[in-house]
């Protein structure tokens, strides 16, 4: 009875499912052609699944912003991996959660902007995705990424990862890809190291822009190919001989640009930076608009503007010695201890001696009976 009942309700399911009107992708969407449709926009058409949509096979780009979609079910990976010669995939705005299981070989960009997702692994149907080159995971909360995360791609040579609060990178996540990758976006997340970066031979560019960096990361002394730095709107504040940027005066670098706008430098612990700037040979693009944020007295000067032989650095207490201060007072410490030390040693000796002395003198004055 009860199976009958389900019987029932599937034949129910099925026939309105088969039984609901097809379509052609045109009579929704908006196409470039109707006969041989090139570029086909489903934007915002309150879509959650393609069931009842048929696709041509000659659409090359397809947009999906702003629907429901997930992605969960076959059919719909299906009708997405037959339309062969599909290049462009745009999902953003759907709430996906994961990285739907597509294994279109031709496929080269995919946009998953603002998707729910809250890891970024990519599922082994990409391992055939040989094509795949751009990969757009912008505005999603991942939090970390790891090895895991790509491991299925091998191509790929752009990704975006902006406002993706990512917080940490670790040093091998891109290793599947480190041969390919060309590009990295992570604009607006709150990353403070880039242990990543020494794995990539081929990389280009890479853009840190309002991040959480407090200097410029030691990982980027020896650029191997990359030619475009962005660190604007970071947290760095000195930048010295100890910074990678003395290293590469000491080479022979062509070709490369760094960004630094925005960032609270502290001019008078800069000075080395301040006269780099004044150089024929600097490579910070945006030289021209840094300006300090300490000391006080040069607060919003522009760091071209400021002479390093007459800058008044003298009220800032025992520069440059932060490491010097602390080993004097490391020093100290011990010091004090090892007064402490044999001060209570000393003292404790004393009491013993006295103690047995009074105990010696009890002795004699202890009424003995006799
Ligand atoms: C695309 O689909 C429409 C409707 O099904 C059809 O008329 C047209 O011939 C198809 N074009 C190609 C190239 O398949
Ligand atoms: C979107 O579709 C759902 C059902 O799938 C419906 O309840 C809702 O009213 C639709 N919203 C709009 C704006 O059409
Ligand atoms: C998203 O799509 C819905 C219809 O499903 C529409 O009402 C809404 O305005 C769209 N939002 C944006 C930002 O385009
Ligand atoms: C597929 O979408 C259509 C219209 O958006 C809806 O009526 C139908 O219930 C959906 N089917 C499934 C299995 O979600
Ligand atoms: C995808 O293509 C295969 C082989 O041509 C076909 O059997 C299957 O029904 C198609 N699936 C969808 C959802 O269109
Ligand atoms: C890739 O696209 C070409 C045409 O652009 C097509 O001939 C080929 O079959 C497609 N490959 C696959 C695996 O679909
Ligand atoms: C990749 O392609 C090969 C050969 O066509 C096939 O055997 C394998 O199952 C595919 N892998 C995935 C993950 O789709
Ligand atoms: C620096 O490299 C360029 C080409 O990359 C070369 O022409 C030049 O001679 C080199 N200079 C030094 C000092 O090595
Ligand atoms: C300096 O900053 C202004 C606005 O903040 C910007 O328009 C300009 O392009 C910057 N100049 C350089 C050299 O970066």
Same mark, same amino acid.
């Given at each position: 009875? @009860?199976?009958?009942?389900?019987?029932?309700?599937?034949?129910?399911?099925?026939?309105?499912?088969?039984?609901?009107?097809?379509?052609?992708?045109?009579?929704?969407?908006?196409?470039?052609?109707?006969? @041989?449709?090139?570029?086909?926009?489903?934007? #915002?058409?309150? +879509?959650?699944?393609?069931?009842?949509? &048929?696709?041509? $096979?000659?659409?090359? !780009?397809?947009?999906?912003?702003?629907?429901?979609?997930?992605?969960?079910?076959?059919?719909?990976?299906?009708?997405?991996?037959?339309?062969?010669?599909?290049?462009?995939?745009? %999902?953003?705005?759907?709430?996906?959660?994961?990285?739907?299981?597509?294994?279109?070989?031709?496929?080269?960009?995919?946009?998953?902007?603002?998707?729910?997702?809250?890891?970024?692994?990519?599922?082994?149907?990409?391992?055939?995705?040989?094509?795949?080159?751009?990969?757009?995971? #912008?505005?999603?909360? +991942?939090?970390?990424?790891? &090895?895991?995360?790509?491991?299925? +791609?091998?191509?790929?040579?752009?990704?975006?990862?902006?406002?993706?609060?990512?917080?940490?990178?670790?040093?091998?996540?891109?290793?599947?890809?480190?041969?390919?990758?060309?590009?990295?976006?992570?604009?607006?997340?709150?990353?403070?190291?880039?242990?990543?970066?020494?794995?990539?031979?081929?990389?280009?560019?890479?853009?840190?822009? @309002?991040?959480?960096?407090?200097?410029?990361?030691?990982?980027?002394?020896?650029?191997?190919? !990359?030619?475009?730095?962005?660190?604007?709107?970071?947290?760095?504040? /000195?930048?010295?001989?100890?910074?990678?940027?003395?290293?590469?005066?000491? !080479?022979?670098?062509?070709? /490369?640009?760094?960004?630094?706008?925005?960032?609270?430098?502290?001019?008078?612990? $800069?000075?080395?930076?301040?006269?780099? %700037?004044?150089? $024929?040979?600097?490579?910070?693009?945006?030289?021209?608009?840094?300006?300090?944020?300490? *000391?006080?007295?040069?607060?919003?000067?522009?760091?071209?503007?400021?002479?390093?032989?007459?800058?008044?650095?003298?009220?800032?207490?025992?520069?440059?010695?932060?490491? %010097?201060?602390?080993?004097?007072?490391?020093?100290?410490?011990?010091?004090?201890?090892?007064?402490?030390?044999?001060?209570?040693?000393?003292?404790?000796?004393?009491?013993?001696?006295?103690?047995?002395?009074?105990?010696?003198? !009890?002795? *004699?004055?202890?009424?003995?009976?006799?």
């Amino acid at each position: 009875m @009860k199976s009958m009942i389900h019987y029932l309700l599937i034949v129910i399911v099925f026939t309105g499912l088969t039984t609901g009107e097809i379509h052609n992708v045109c009579e929704i969407c908006t196409c470039d052609n109707l006969d @041989k449709p090139i570029t086909v926009h489903c934007d #915002s058409k309150n +879509l959650s699944n393609l069931t009842n949509i &048929r696709f041509n $096979s000659s659409i090359e !780009t397809l947009s999906f912003i702003n629907n429901s979609l997930t992605f969960k079910s076959v059919g719909d990976l299906e009708t997405i991996n037959n339309i062969t010669s599909l290049k462009s995939l745009i %999902l953003s705005n759907n709430p996906l959660s994961t990285i739907p299981e597509f294994s279109s070989s031709n496929l080269t960009n995919l946009q998953l902007e603002n998707t729910y997702l809250k890891t970024a692994t990519f599922p082994k149907s990409y391992e055939n995705s040989t094509n795949l080159q751009s990969i757009v995971l #912008s505005n999603n909360k +991942l939090g970390k990424l790891t &090895r895991e995360n790509f491991k299925s +791609l091998s191509s790929l040579t752009k990704i975006s990862l902006d406002n993706a609060q990512l917080n940490t990178i670790d040093h091998d996540t891109f290793t599947s890809i480190s041969t390919s990758l060309q590009s990295i976006s992570l604009v607006s997340n709150s990353l403070k190291s880039a242990e990543f970066l020494p794995t990539l031979n081929n990389l280009l560019s890479i853009n840190f822009d @309002k991040n959480k960096f407090q200097q410029l990361p030691t990982e980027i002394i020896k650029p191997v190919r !990359t030619k475009h730095f962005f660190f604007r709107d970071n947290q760095i504040n /000195i930048i010295d001989e100890l910074s990678p940027l003395y290293y590469w005066t000491k !080479t022979n670098l062509t070709g /490369i640009e760094i960004y630094l706008n925005n960032n609270p430098f502290d001019c008078c612990q $800069s000075r080395w930076f301040i006269h780099y %700037l004044t150089g $024929s040979n600097n490579l910070v693009k945006d030289s021209f608009n840094l300006t300090c944020a300490l *000391p006080q007295a040069y607060t919003g000067r522009r760091l071209i503007d400021l002479h390093v032989d007459s800058m008044d650095c003298s009220t800032k207490p025992v520069y440059p010695s932060n490491k %010097l201060t602390i080993i004097v007072l490391c020093l100290m410490g011990v010091f004090i201890f090892i007064l402490i030390a044999v001060g209570t040693a000393l003292r404790r000796r004393n009491r013993n001696y006295f103690g047995r002395r009074q105990q010696y003198e !009890t002795i *004699p004055s202890a009424d003995i009976p006799t």
